[in-house]
């Protein structure tokens, strides 16, 4: 499966739980780290832990492997490592503070299908 295909399906497991916001950074020409980050948040600990929970298990049902996960139990800012993809799921107040969209300004925002069949 292509990176940004997972994308898509990553992005959609987020939607499914509600998150607002989703973002999905190009991150070739800015970083080695990752491909791509998708950036997201909800609006308690409770939803936050639903939404990396949501991706884990969307990843399972597509066979994908999940690297590692951080920031679980706090839910104030969990990672979720999907190798070329790293999935960033703030609560709302972390994620203004850190304004990951702002630091890494130079990568290219992925268009995402979110909501639409086909």
Known sequence: MENKELVEI???ACDD???EDIVALDMNQVSLVA???LICHGNT???VQAIARG???SMHENE???RRVEGFEQARWILVDIGDIVCHIFHKDERH???LERLWGDAARVPLQLGQEG
């Open 10 to 12: 990553i992005a959609e």
């Open 17 to 19: 739980k509600r998150a």
């Open 35 to 37: 491909d791509y980050f």
């Open 45 to 47: 600990e409770r939803q």
């Open 55 to 57: 991706i884990q298990e």
């Open 64 to 66: 994908v492997d999940v």
């Open 97 to 99: 503070y850190y304004n």
